[in-house]
């Protein structure tokens, strides 16, 4: 145990990343969280607030089980407040409510060296069904949690209910969407990415991060914690199993792979940055073992079949990415944009998306990804102004995968977006430039559950914007989720808005609904 307090001492003196300090110490080498087992766990542990703070949550589920996740943290912004010391922890799934039912249970040690961070990955349970999970530690117990299997791999399905969200800025409002979420029906939540913001405290707002802006693994626990304290985000981890995936804000605005959004700073100093965020999202959300990073890499992007029905391919466009040309600023297009070398996939997530689309007999295909896929022109006229960080950015990368589409003919590819706080239906087509040409896929964008404040139906750009790219069938910039029902025949999506966000208790309302029929690329308003 002393060995342990001393390790602690030392990570609390680690100074701030800078590049000054990165070149006055020539550290390049990543510094990994390691898992140390020494001496034997804390079985009573006593604690100095209430340890299941930060709520509980499930995730990534398989035909036999799951990821149940919490992690204690009775002082939950200062560091989780834990003694430097290994705690046991239990855990029980039940197949009722009241966890009278228990079918299994089990002990696991929580780490210093993960936060205190459980990830408990259930095998053996039944396929389609609903689950219920608690954890113990001491005598405290956590709320007990819903969870539920996916259905064996090619078996019928008749329908899936989910939603997806993104982009939850504390400060800009309240997490509202997700209470009214408690009252639909659904199987899974996709959160495609800007769980957290790295930005530092600001007055004014609706609420206030804590802090400067995250830098180090100790500020981006307590970032991650500060956001799951909120009661709604809590309540929706418990009711629904989520599927998670990032995007830039869960480490900095904009990065892409090894650069920053700072201007020249070495890439070993950012990817230490990286590593530190990637550990503490890692140790906040329902991920399996394949997911711990190892330094600054992170298996994130994975698949899931929902039997017969549909095949996810959850992407990470932001850890493989070429950097954005034209210096990332929005644009015509430069002679980067079209570089057959770009990449927001990488090589590697590439071949997997496309073999694993050519194998897959779904009915269904859908990307849960983070940046808009449909090249839109935000300039009137002849004009041309393109977004750098989008896949209009990455034109080559697009263009395959378009081509791809065209060309192979995966079953119903859909395409579920984030990023950038509003809403959007778009048909997916290989070239934008002629009218005539096909419709080879489905986008829905789905706006912020909170970035960019309140919002509005309609913005000054909307109509200009919407008759410059005639393939964008629906834009609005009020702020909600995205809610669909898949079956066989069709896919439903909802629009869900709130009227306001920076205070509580705004109304939700469907905005508008869209159907895509099995066979029929491209949304069509109902
Ligand atoms: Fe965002």
Redesign the pocket.
């Known amino acids: 145990m002393t060995r342990q307090r001393g390790t602690a001492r030392l990570r609390r003196s680690r100074f701030r990343f800078s590049r000054r300090d990165f070149l006055a110490t020539g550290l390049a080498a990543v510094v990994a969280p390691s898992v140390t087992l020494v001496g034997q766990p804390r079985q009573a542990p006593r604690f100095s607030g209430p340890p299941f703070s930060l709520g509980v949550a499930s995730g990534d589920p398989s035909p036999d089980g799951m990821v149940l996740w919490t992690r204690l943290a009775p002082v939950p912004l200062e560091g989780g407040g834990m003694p430097d010391e290994m705690v046991e922890v239990h855990w029980e799934v039940a197949r009722d409510e009241r966890m009278r039912e228990i079918v299994q249970r089990g002990t696991v040690v929580a780490v210093p060296e993960q936060g205190h961070s459980v990830h408990v990955e259930v095998a053996g349970l039944d396929p389609d069904r609903w689950y219920w999970y608690r954890f113990r530690s001491g005598t405290e117990a956590s709320r007990v949690g819903r969870t539920r299997t996916l259905p064996l791999s090619g078996t019928s399905v008749r329908r899936l209910n989910m939603a997806f969200v993104?982009?939850q800025?504390y400060e800009t409002g309240f997490f509202t969407a997700y209470r009214h979420m408690l009252n639909d029906d659904l199987d899974v939540v996709f959160h495609l990415?800007?769980y957290i913001?790295e930005y530092e405290g600001r007055d004014g707002r609706a609420r206030k991060h804590t802090g400067d802006e995250i830098e180090l693994l100790r500020d981006y626990r307590n970032r991650h914690a500060l956001y799951r304290l909120d009661p709604d985000l809590q309540a929706a981890h418990a009711r629904f199993p989520f599927v998670v995936t990032w995007?830039d804000?869960e480490v900095d605005n904009n990065y892409a792979a090894d650069v920053s959004e700072e201007q020249g700073l070495p890439s070993e100093l950012f990817l230490r940055r990286r590593a530190e965020a990637y550990q503490a999202y890692f140790e906040h959300m329902p991920l399996r073992g394949v997911s711990r990073p190892t330094g600054p890499r992170m298996q994130l992007y994975r698949g899931f079949e929902y039997g017969d029905l549909a095949a996810f391919f959850v992407l990470d466009t932001r850890q493989y990415r070429t950097d954005q040309p034209c210096d990332d600023r929005s644009g015509p297009t430069c002679a980067g944009v079209l570089d057959p070398q770009a990449t927001l996939l990488g090589e590697e997530q590439e071949r997997w998306l496309l073999s694993g689309l050519d194998r897959s007999a779904t009915r269904w295909n859908v990307l849960p990804q983070q940046v808009m896929m449909a090249r839109v022109d935000r300039a009137p006229g002849s004009e041309e102004r393109i977004s750098m960080d989008q896949w209009s950015g990455y034109e080559a990368g697009r263009r395959r995968l378009m081509e791809f589409l065209a060309v192979r003919r995966p079953a119903n590819p859909v395409v579920l977006t984030?990023?950038i706080?509003t809403n959007w239906v778009n048909d997916l087509q290989v070239d934008y430039a002629r009218d005539t040409e096909p419709v080879v896929g489905t986008e829905f964008v789905g706006t912020?559950v909170t970035?960019g404040g309140d919002g509005s139906d309609v913005r000054d750009d909307t109509a200009g914007m919407l008759s410059e790219n005639p393939w964008v069938r629906f834009f609005n910039s009020q702020r909600g989720y995205v809610r669909c029902v898949i079956t066989p025949q069709a896919w439903t999506a909802d629009y869900r808005v709130l009227e306001y966000v920076t205070h509580q208790g705004s109304p939700i309302s469907t905005r508008a609904s869209f159907v895509v029929e099995n066979g029929r690329p491209g949304a069509q308003r109902v």
């Open positions: 993104s982009c800025h990415g800007d913001y995007d804000h984030g990023d706080h912020s970035s």
